[in-house]
């Protein structure tokens, strides 16, 4: 009997990958699926946890190169921030507190929309996770750790998934001419601030649709072939700066172009493997929880990933691109000049909650809300990250970190409270 | 043979698994014997599909990836996905 209770205690309840099967577990069997249902779900997402952290070596390899590189080229150090790595990287350290978190976050949802006016339920799984990992590494480096952590970090996370919707909601309204849905992605603050700006600067009426623009641009649309580009462009700039004799040391005489095409193609193949584990996990969990929040509460709205916007100013999504990229691109040049740590524009954050930000702008300001109020969001998650690298422990100094508002916001805010405590 | 549909977004997360499992609730409504599965754009093209899906800003991105395409004009009006999925399987000459 003890010998089971040590293999439940040791082997089960502390490993991350067994941890989230089981979250997965108890949803197909409250959901009553069929034997087979239950077992093929159980083992897919425990392999999407395990793929995950394959995919982690793979982008922090091209990385650690792209980092090295930036040191010799610029004497500063840069960061890339996406979410997927970071998070990919997190999990190998943090990965039980982020399944224990995660898992009664989402009860923890359920309960605040249920018991108070926000009535949100928060079905982009993908950033429920990432937000988990955030916490989790947040109060370890706060030195919060054990029961204490779990409870408070589960009670955070259900209560930034209602929250974030809420402050969407109002533009969210003007967007879709609705109050149905509510705006589920942790990129809310960056967007909301953005469509307050542009709106002094703009005029609702004069909206990005009726701009034409060159449908060759929805190639940006690929996550995986955007990273690859936009990687590329900066890994080439980056080298040429540094030298061929610095590539050489870590390419062992690799060509610095041929080098670069590689390294960006590496990172780019390492976020798709990322990605599909994470797209394995949520795919169970999520069904579950949309049916088991959608019961107990009857009235909620369910807030949505950001591509919900998206068909309602086509447009208005790659001028927000191109225009947060813009503020990225300005930000770090400002940093540089600074000498201070540099944010490279990573092209995930920018590409998404960019598009949102210009999707809320049109909302509020019309083509220069877009325009204006992107730029603005390329700018606050350019120089967020700087003040939250220092409350992420040993995670501040990987040569990635969170990349959207929320999380940023987030963690920032939690950090530093968390050690007025301590 | 069972018809192969696939929701394809940017990153095959969130948008296309929400809209799979609106399609998995029509198909179940309306009787027809088809599976459904979601994934991101890169993947799209090696997975062969019977019948791709996406939002309507999505379309150029799409139109090639399987003999038959499905726009749509919201990611969460489970009517539309209904009546356009409808639309695609019924017999020729009723629609």
């Known amino acids: ?422 | 043979m069972k018809k192969r549909i696939l929701v394809v977004c940017g990153s095959g997360l969130g948008s296309s698994l929400l809209v799979e499992m609106n399609i998995a609730e029509a198909i179940g409504e309306l009787g027809i014997d088809a599976e459904v599965s979601h994934a991101d754009l890169a993947s799209a093209k090696s997975l062969k599909p019977d019948i791709i899906v996406g939002t309507m800003d999505l379309f150029p991105q799409i139109k090639d990836k399987a003999p038959h395409v499905v726009a749509l004009r919201s990611l969460f009006d489970k009517k539309e996905v209904k009546d356009k999925i409808a639309n695609l399987f019924a017999p020729p000459g009723e629609s």
């Open chain 1, 1 to 422: 009997m003890d010998t089971l209770w040590k293999v439940l205690l040791h082997d089960v309840l502390s490993q991350p990958a067994v941890l989230i099967g089981l979250t997965a577990l108890v949803g197909l069997l409250l959901q009553k699926k069929a034997f087979h249902q239950v077992v093929s779900g159980t083992f897919k997402t425990t392999m999407g946890y395990l793929i995950l952290g394959a995919g982690a070596g793979v982008t922090v390899g091209a990385l650690d190169k792209f980092g090295t590189l930036f040191q010799k080229g610029f004497g500063v150090h840069g960061v890339v921030p996406h979410n997927e790595s970071i998070v990919a990287i997190a999990v190998q350290t943090y990965g039980r507190e982020t399944a224990l978190i995660m898992a009664l976050g989402l009860v923890a949802n359920i309960l605040f929309a249920r018991f108070t006016p926000w009535k949100y339920i928060f079905l982009s799984g993908h950033h429920t996770f990432y937000m988990a990992v955030l916490l989790a590494a947040i109060f370890v480096s706060a030195g919060v750790t054990g029961w204490p952590m779990v409870i408070l970090g589960a009670l955070l996370l259900g209560f930034t998934m209602v929250l974030y919707p809420a402050v969407g909601q109002p533009i969210m309204r003007k967007i879709t001419d609705s109050d149905d849905i509510a705006f589920g992605h942790f990129s809310t603050v960056g967007a909301v601030v953005g469509a307050v700006v542009g709106k002094w600067f703009g005029n609702k009426e004069d909206s990005t649709e009726s701009m034409k623009l060159p449908e060759n641009l929805t190639f940006l649309r690929d996550t995986s072939l955007a990273i690859a580009v936009v990687m590329f462009i900066l890994f080439v700039v980056v080298s040429a700066v540094a030298g061929q004799e610095a590539v050489s040391q870590l390419s062992g005489g690799q060509n610095w172009v041929v080098f670069s095409f590689l390294q960006a193609l590496t990172f780019a193949a390492g976020v798709y493997v990322i990605l599909a584990g994470v797209r394995m996990i949520i795919a169970e969990i999520i069904p579950a929880f949309r049916g088991i929040a959608m019961k107990l509460v009857p009235n909620a709205k369910p807030a949505l990933d950001c591509p919900v916007v998206y068909p309602y100013a086509p447009t208005a999504v790659f001028i927000g691109f191109l225009f947060s990229f813009l503020g990225g691109i300005v930000s770090m040049i400002v940093q540089a000049a600074l000498r201070w740590t540099v944010i490279v524009p990573g092209v995930i954050p920018h590409f998404f909650c960019g598009a949102n930000a210009g999707v809320f702008g049109n909302a509020t300001g019309g083509r220069k809300g877009a325009m204006i109020g992107a730029f603005v969001h390329g700018v606050i998650i350019s120089f967020l990250p700087i003040a939250l690298l220092g409350l992420l422990g040993e995670l501040g100094y990987k040569n990635t970190t969170f990349s959207d508002s929320d999380f940023l916001m987030t963690g920032i805010a939690v950090g530093y409270i968390v050690r007025l405590f301590k």
